[in-house]
T-cell receptor
Framework: GDSVTQMEGPVTLSEEAFLTINCTYTATGYPSLFWYVQYPGEGLQLLLK?????DKGSNKGFEATYRKETTSFHLEKGSVQVSDSAVYFC??????????????FGKGTKLSVKP | DSGVTQTPKHLITATGQRVTLRCSPR?????VYWYQQSLDQGLQFLIQYYNGEERAKGNILERFSAQQFPDLHSELNLSSLELGDSALYFCASSVRGTATNTEAFFGQGTRLTVV
């Protein structure tokens, strides 16, 4: 079945460091890909998305490119801040002819940014 | 604030009991999703309703059931509770029944503890 694999954390970085969180997926057809962020004590928030190959999603300095050839959707940010400390989830939405909308999540990567 | 409201925020109950979790979607959203987040299984999709009808089913146990009412709020019923059912239960909503080109908004979750 469809699945998402993302790098295990925790990841600890100093402020202004470069961030990469790897995400690869297995899916039939052409899924949509997402990154969600969960701050402590809160629900998940959509960070960015890409719906077709070579699309680049971006938001708040974060970027991810939908790479069909490598089935990847790695999250990057050039300079992290303490406020970016959170758990990041890679997810896909299977494209079953548009009849379903559920998300399949990776296990999450906890990011801690130190001042 | 995502606009998705879940009640209660916390629930502590004994094994063998039955509980009901409630979700009010964002105004105008027709689709409701339920997810379970636990340390060992991560975020698992349980079930989706669209405009009152069941649309998709994931890893939902037979002891669990859900419904969506005419006013579009949804309830997740968990019965014969076991210790392993302790988890954070999230509700999400979206405008349409597919997440391909729309955003799913998550509530803050209900933390269920079974003792």
């Amino acid at each position: 079945g469809d699945s998402v694999t993302q790098m295990e954390g925790p990841v600890t970085l100093s402020e202004e460091a470069f961030l990469t969180i790897n995400c690869t997926y297995t899916a039939t057809g052409y899924p949509s890909l997402f990154w969600y962020v969960q701050y402590p004590g809160e629900g998940l928030q959509l960070l960015l998305k890409a719906t077709k190959a070579d699309d680049k999603g971006s938001n708040k300095g974060f970027e991810a490119t939908y790479r069909k050839e490598t089935t990847s959707f790695h999250l990057e940010k050039g300079s992290v801040q303490v406020s970016d400390s959170a758990v990041y989830f890679c997810a896909l939405s299977p494209n079953y002819g548009g009849s379903q909308g559920n998300l399949i999540f990776g296990k999450g990567t906890k990011l801690s940014v130190k001042p | 604030d995502s606009g998705v409201t879940q009640t209660p925020k916390h629930l502590i109950t004994a094994t063998g009991q039955r509980v009901t979790l409630r979700c009010s979607p964002r105004s105008g959203d027709l689709s409701v999703y339920w997810y379970q987040q636990s340390l060992d299984q991560g975020l698992q999709f349980l079930i989706q309703y669209y405009n009152g009808e069941e649309r998709a089913k994931g890893n939902i146990l037979e002891r669990f059931s859900a419904q969506q009412f005419p006013d579009l709020h949804s309830e997740l019923n968990l019965s014969s509770l076991e210790l392993g059912d302790s988890a954070l239960y999230f509700c999400a909503s979206s405008v349409r029944g597919t997440a391909t080109n729309t955003e799913a908004f998550f509530g803050q979750g209900t933390r269920l503890t079974v003792v």
